[in-house]
């Protein structure tokens, strides 16, 4: 029943097994592994281009994506809010000047750039485009492997994450009300479960969610989970320098996996270099957790 999943995680398992000590090499498996983004988000805009009925699905897309990110996002701040409120955690820094939001959000946008590129050579609907479904398959899979070394060698060791804690609670808290949101919105859609919490389960890691959701569930579902995680990112982007200084865990929180590398440089300046550390252990534990779990929740 499980052997898809197997599939997946074997790569990121097997990646996470290599050490790497050549800082060199390192730099170019991240520099590789910003490039397969794009890659794989240019899949998923050719696979969205062949759906039946492509009008109705595209209004279906996005009705969806709507209630799922209002309904995750949403229980995410309140549960974050109520962690504030129990466990307050004082920010007291200076913020320092930010980059324009817009120019932040612009990247991030550019990511859906990538997939409209791929969506409009999709619709000409020629004969070789019809193998980007196999092609997404070998894309997620060495995406996999190289997120496994990517993370192996973050400099993050377990005791280092074992020790803070808050950037663990902040995770769980996450994780579990991201689950409730999930649930919520497949029961108001009329959609499986199991599904809502595959969604659910990305926090944002929208290049993994869209990419692999697709392959496991459909183009509706993928791009789906790839417009309500693209929309988190651009949200938390906004709301940091907002929220950073009387709810800094709902900050750090609504970073979800980005936590660790888009956002992080956003939530230092906003937050300083106190909140690094737990940002940094936030982020590890989301990244780690997000293949696995949806890999789990999506398969057959």
Known sequence: MYSGLIILLLPLIVGYLIPIRNHSLLHKINRLLSWMVYVILFFMGISLAFLDNLSTNLQLIFLYATVFFVCIFGANILALKLLDHKWQWHNTHQQEALPSRLRMAMESLQIFGVVVVGFLLGLTHLTWLSYASHGSEFALILLLFLVGMQLRNSGMTLREITLNKRGMIIALVVMLSAFVGGTIAALILGLPIRTGLAISS?????????????????????????FNDLARELFAIMLIPTLIRRSTSTA?????????????????????????????????????????????????
Do not use: E, K, N
């Open 202 to 226: 990305a926090y944002g890691w929208y290049s993994l969610s869209g990419i692999l959701l697709t392959d496991a569930l459909g183009p509706v579902i993928g791009s789906t989970a790839f």
């Open 252 to 300: 750090l929180g609504v970073c979800g996996a980005t936590s660790m590398d888009f956002t992080l440089p956003v939530l230092q300046r906003s937050g300083g270099i106190a909140i690094v550390p737990a940002a940094i252990v936030h982020g590890f534990i989301l990244s780690l957790l997000a293949p696995v779990l949806m890999a789990f929740f999506s398969a057959p």
